[in-house]
């Protein structure tokens, strides 16, 4: 019996999304009672889930603050959601930043404080450091999203003009304890890294900060060139004892969800390759590599033999040339897809594991061998596309396009390229 290939990247997709769910890795993660009160926080896309399935399985009194992005909140009975803006800041955001603070102060060290972080978590805490401003934070943000800059990059700027962020929530709870539970949707898993880590210590500084807006050429406000440059938005560093009573548990990373689509794959008869959960770079060059190798295989089998699926998550980053809707991961997909031109028995899925792919509600898209002899028949022009970074409206009209809504979750990119047996590049 034939295997539908398509139905098969989509099955590794949800099984990748359905590994992350918190409602299957916050109950195994629950703490000791503590002697004083138990306060709940956290900020993310997934924080609002991670907070249901806390209070669902929490046997005593609790309360508490969790910030999401509009259209991921789930209703809890004692802890309170919150919902804000996502990739770049609002003033909910801000307001909710001032109140989870609020909450955290003035604790015992007989009380604990479980802070529930994922991705998303840096926009939804957006509290400036004092003198700069929400609309300063807005900017900036906008600024780096554009630049092409890593993650990690712009995570370092965010987290020395922050009043929150860079261990600084961590301190605020001091001298309760603090255990966070993390949804990891970084590249390496490092907790700084995740919501630019408000409740661990960063050993980043100022000037790592300013060298990357030097770097990327990103224009600020002199007061935030003042910050950087005089160190006064120095986070909090490692060995700092108001940290001493935290502990961090990372609970989903991408790594779990790519073994979880691995699985599914080797259920359908296709021998799964994991290539790495942290692979960085310009979406559309990542796309041309992972071409490359997909085309050595079906023509050489090597290094792998067919069937088999190439499975890697990440999070590539996007140097915007136009003014197309575009994202990563179908940034990625079309630029795979067009050095691929065809190839027989090569199909691909690209998509974001919290469903939106930049600012779209599109999770990512899929392809087959006959897409681009579709959209040429449409009147389309793939390289065009991808020129104006417009690689939504390419897919979506083809009818390709992966939508999942929100899925309360969020381990960053997911790939999956299927190989099948039949067809060599060289019989072309």
């Not at 008869?269 to 041309?288: C, Q, W």
């Not at 089998?301 to 991961?329: H, K, M």
């Amino acid at each position: 019996m034939a295997i539908d290939v398509k139905a098969l990247l989509r099955d590794m997709f949800d099984a990748s999304i359905l590994a992350a769910q918190p409602q299957r890795n916050v109950p195994a993660n629950l703490p000791e009672p503590p002697k004083g009160k138990l306060v709940v926080i956290g900020a993310g896309k997934a924080s609002a889930a991670m907070a249901k399935s806390f209070e669902d399985a929490w046997p005593g009194d609790l309360s508490g603050l969790v910030v999401t992005r509009y259209g991921y909140a789930i209703p809890c009975r004692r802890i309170e959601i919150v919902e804000a803006a996502h990739p770049v800041p609002d003033a909910a955001g801000l307001e909710s930043a001032k109140r989870i603070l609020d909450l955290v102060s003035g604790l015992s060290s007989d009380d604990l404080v479980v802070c529930l972080i994922s991705g998303g978590g840096s926009s939804l805490l957006p509290l400036p450091l004092p003198g700069l401003t929400l609309e300063y934070k807005q900017e900036i943000n906008r600024s780096l999203l554009r630049s092409g800059a890593t993650i990690t990059e712009m995570n370092t700027v965010r987290r020395h003009l922050s009043a929150i962020k860079g261990g600084r929530l961590a301190v605020a709870c001091h001298p309760a304890k603090v255990l966070t539970l993390l949804i990891s949707d970084v590249p390496g898993d490092n907790p700084i890294d995740i919501a630019s880590g408000p409740t661990v210590p960063d050993p980043t500084t100022c000037a790592d900060a300013l060298s990357i807006i030097q770097r990327y050429g990103i224009d600020v406000p002199e007061t935030v060139l003042d910050i950087l440059q005089s160190g006064s938005g120095e986070s909090i560093k490692p060995n700092d004892p108001r940290l001493g009573g935290c502990e961090v548990r990372m609970i989903a990373t991408p790594q779990m969800a790519l073994e979880a689509a691995a699985e599914v794959a080797i259920n359908a008869g296709y021998t799964p390759y994991i290539l790495g959960d942290s692979i960085e770079g310009e979406a559309r060059d990542v796309g041309k590599v992972m071409a490359g190798i997909a085309r050595h295989i079906a023509d050489f089998g090597q290094p792998f033999a067919a069937p088999c699926v190439l499975l890697s998550g990440g999070e590539t980053t996007v140097t915007i040339r136009g003014d197309g809707r575009g994202g990563r991961n179908v940034e990625f997909l079309l630029s795979l897809c067009i050095a691929l031109d065809g190839a027989p028995g090569i199909h691909a899925l690209a998509g974001d594991t919290d469903g939106v792919d930049g600012i779209e509600e599109i999770a990512g898209a899929i392809f087959g061998p006959d897409t681009l002899e579709r959209a040429w028949k449409l009147g389309a022009k793939p390289n065009e596309y991808l020129a104006r970074n417009d690689a939504h409206a390419f897919f979506e009209l083809l009818g390709n396009s992966v939508v999942t809504g929100p899925t309360l979750t969020n381990v960053n990119d997911f790939r999956a390229i299927v190989i099948e047996n039949g067809g060599s590049l060289s019989d072309r």
